[in-house]
């Protein structure tokens, strides 16, 4: 399945960390990254599924390919600047957000409007919009969380 990781442009070193450990996870159980293909979360997510050998696709809010960091395997230019954020969560099955700003909230946003699955690590609280998202403690917990929620759905 592809899932969208959705967070922070500018990270702490400790987010850092838990980016790279969700893009392993995702990696090693055989999953596809999308994400918005930039830094900060964007590029640890990538980052840590490279390290396990895979897939990552960065949906880039400008013209260039070449602007997605260097842990993208397929760079997606939209010219769209911010109007991208539309497109992360609709290109997953599901979506793991992390910490992040109003970008991150307008991505969780979309992820309800799609109907995806999303589940938080250290995110927003958007209890009251009536957007299902489980929160989870561990990168580990994020992904058993999107594989079940697909399962339901399936």
């Not at 392993?24 to 997510?45: D, K, N, P, Q, S």
């Not at 992040?100 to 938080?120: K, Q």
């Amino acid at each position: 399945m592809r899932v969208s990781v959705i967070g922070g442009g500018t990270i702490t070193d400790e987010q850092a960390a838990r980016a790279k450990a969700v893009g392993r996870e995702l990696a090693a159980r055989g999953h596809v990254v999308v994400c918005g293909g930039r830094g900060g979360t964007m590029e640890a997510v990538c980052r840590g599924a490279k390290s396990e050998g895979g897939t990552t696709i960065g949906i880039l809010p400008g013209e260039r390919r070449e602007a997605a960091n260097d842990s993208v395997d397929i760079p997606i230019a939209t010219g769209l600047g911010h109007a991208r954020n539309a497109l992360v969560p609709l290109n997953g099955d599901a979506v793991i957000a992390l910490a992040g700003s109003v970008g991150t909230l307008s991505e969780i946003g979309f992820a309800g409007i799609y109907d995806r699955p999303v589940v938080g690590l250290e995110t927003h609280d958007v209890s009251g919009l009536g957007i299902d998202l489980e929160t989870v403690d561990t990168p580990a917990e994020a992904v058993d969380a999107v594989e079940a929620a697909l399962e339901r759905t399936s």
